[in-house]
């Protein structure tokens, strides 16, 4: 008796993407890509049509992204699995897609054939996947969360530190958020603090480290 067929479908608004998914699982008899298309919006009444065990979607999409397009396909298809396919292992697009879609898995489009093989299978027996580099990067998100909160900056600070980043002077950000000079002043003070910086060179470094800008 023949193991049964993993069956796939895969959303990328790129053809060209979707080509190099089919072509890397060429030759791999255990999955079946049975749907394909580029327009997100066409793949719920696509699965309606023909069933599949495994959706390959790609995260930034026009239209629908993949987060809301994963959303979609669990509240109608529930035990469709989700492996989500991006350019960035980004930790924030990553936390959004495990939160807000409930994927099953996360990899990167430069993925080889081994990986992908190895993905769609742990997938298909229950499991979840995510490639190294996703893996790296969410715990550097998590780190710099983590920072931002030990940090305490408010959203006000925040908003200073990226006027200061604009070099608007102390006078021309007071004026932008109908504050007093001497009030911008105490913010700033309390900036350079609370990030342990003491230039405004430190705390813009900080900022793009942070991703506060």
């Known amino acids: 008796m023949k193991d049964k067929k993993i069956i796939l479908g895969i959303v990328d608004d790129h053809q060209i993407v979707i080509d190099g998914l089919k072509s890397l699982l060429h030759g791999h008899d255990q999955f079946d890509v049975v749907i394909e298309c580029t327009q997100p919006l066409e793949m719920i009444s ?7 065990d495994i ?6 999409m026009p239209g629908l992204n993949g987060a809301e397009l994963s959303k979609l396909v669990h509240q109608q298809f529930p035990e469709i699995k989700i492996l989500a396919l991006s350019m960035s292992g980004q930790g924030d697009l990553v936390n959004q897609m495990i939160d807000d879609a409930d994927i099953s898995g996360y990899v990167l489009k430069n993925i080889g054939k081994q990986e992908l093989v190895k993905a769609l299978e742990k997938i298909s027996s229950g499991g979840i996947y995510f490639s190294e580099e996703v893996l790296h990067e969410m715990s550097r998100a998590s780190e710099m969360k983590k920072e931002n909160e030990e940090a305490h900056l408010t959203a006000r600070e925040i908003e200073i530190i990226q006027l200061i980043e604009k070099e608007l002077s102390n006078k021309q950000i007071a ?4 504050l007093s000079e001497r009030t911008i002043e105490t913010h700033r003070k309390n900036i350079f603090r609370k990030t342990n910086t003491s230039s405004v060179i430190g705390l813009v470094k900080y900022a793009y480290e942070h991703k506060l800008i």
């Open 55 to 60: 959706l390959l979607t790609d995260v930034m």
């Open 175 to 178: 004026e932008q958020l109908f």
């Open 46 to 52: 696509l699965i309606e049509k023909r069933p599949i």
